[in-house]
């Protein structure tokens, strides 16, 4: 289940409210968030999307009792209830809106590959995260790509061959996440970083993050021209124009409302 809260702010706060079953991400669960978040990217309104979570767990990952129910499927089956996961994981780095997500209590699973597709995740201390899958037998199959980009090879195998757990300064460490503030402080602190993106230049957003997720995946080389070729993109938006003479004026500057990005700048 998956509630929605629109602020004057323009950020969407989207929060997982399954709290009796630990908000774990069966398939219906992922499907909506996928839907939450295209529908986000499409409104000019909404210019971030914060994820949270309802109850003392994150999220427990997905639900094993559908896991139990799924074990005597096919391989094809099994391959074709894995396309949700397939999608959100390749769907989020091309969206245009930033993606904050505000972590308190246990992650487990799937949920940590749903912290490592945010921009930003802040994590309360309290927070601690798991690649538990070996302890049930399984492994973090469609979320170690994600995982293993922001965390790095040597972290991503030790902590899905082992599923030890991660407390929140050991995970700010690895690169998880991007920081770590007293409970009392999460809300609030999650939802300025939101709101700070929310106000910024949103092509310049849109086209960065996309940006970002190409180098990744590119040698070192490649990575840099592909930036040469993409500075056309960023120069010829509203943004730079009116974020320049806003600076120059010494004002604060006046986005346009926000679009989404027409075509993938990569």
Known sequence: MLTHERGDDGVLTLTLDDAERRNALDYAAVRELLDALRVADADPAVRAVLITA?????????????????????????????????????????????????????????????????????????????????????FPIMVLPMVMRVVGYRAAQELS?????????????????????????????????????????????????QLIARLADLPYEQAVHHARTMRGTFLHTPDIKEGVAAFLEKRTPAWHDHQPAEEDPS
């Open 54 to 138: 309802n109850g003392p767990v994150f999220s427990a990952g997905a639900n094993l009792r559908e896991f139990q129910e799924e074990i005597a499927s096919s391989a094809t089956e099994f391959y074709e209830s894995g396309g949700v996961w397939e999608e959100l994981f390749t769907l989020v780095p091309t969206l245009g809106t930033p993606l904050v997500i505000a972590v308190s209590g246990p992650a487990r699973a799937g949920a940590v590959g749903l912290v490592a597709l945010a921009d930003i995740a802040v994590a309360s201390g309290s927070a601690d995260f798991a690649l538990s899958e070996i302890k049930i037998g399984l």
């Open 161 to 209: 061959l082992t599923g030890r757990r991660i407390d929140a300064e050991e995970a700010h460490r690895i690169g998880l996440v991007s920081r770590v503030v007293d409970d009392d402080d999460l809300v609030e602190t999650a939802r300025g970083v939101a709101a700070d993106l929310a106000a910024s230049a949103p092509r310049a957003l849109a086209y960065g993050r």
